[in-house]
């Protein structure tokens, strides 16, 4: 009960920095998404299904937050969550170090094309505009910053070496 506490005490924090104070990680108009890294660590670390949780509630209050679709941000990240907890289901090992990095990407890529189906609607805008200018950067932006979240605990794993299934601590529900 206390971890879960504290995963929404952790949540909480980075959603009012996002949506708070999120300008002061600005980069050009690019603004990471710190909930996609922080629901993928919880997705990691505590499987699929609570991934698809924390995706849901998360993204429920992001979306109370911001202005837009109310249900976008929650459909988006539970989305994304649990499709990265099955890949991790599949595989044998955790991934190295620079295999976070074009998940992360790839993961928040998934994200925003489907947040931005629905930000397109009623807009005369392109989306391969769209495309280049929000999305491919905000991806990157976002990978970048998951990329450094996962870095601390991989410097435990000797010599880069993956851990073995066995090891996992992702392995409650998969």
């Known amino acids: 009960m206390v971890s ?3 995963l929404l005490l952790i949540g909480s924090l980075l959603l ?9 990680l600005d980069i050009s108009g690019v603004r990471p998404d710190l909930l996609l890294v922080f629901i993928l660590s919880i997705t990691f670390k505590r499987g699929r299904y609570f991934g698809l949780a924390a995706g849901f509630l998360f993204g429920v209050a992001q979306d109370l937050f ?30 190295r170090a620079l295999n976070w990095l074009v998940l992360f990407t790839l993961c928040t890529f998934i994200q925003e094309v489907i947040t931005g189906f629905f930000f397109l609607l009623g807009t005369d805008r392109n989306f391969g505009n769209y495309l280049v200018g929000t999305i491919l950067p905000t991806a990157v932006y976002t990978g970048l910053l998951g990329f450094l979240w996962v870095l601390i605990p991989f410097k435990s794993v000797k010599g880069g070496k ?11 529900d998969i």
Do not use: C, D, M, Y
């Open 16 to 24: 009012f920095i996002q949506v708070g104070a999120g300008r002061l």
């Open 162 to 172: 993956t851990l073995p299934r066995s090891k996992w601590k992702s392995t409650r």
């Open 4 to 6: 879960i506490l504290r």
């Open 66 to 95: 911001t202005i837009g679709f109310l249900g976008v941000n929650a459909l988006s990240k539970s989305t994304v969550a649990f499709w990265f907890g099955t890949w991790l289901a599949h595989r044998e090992s955790a991934p």
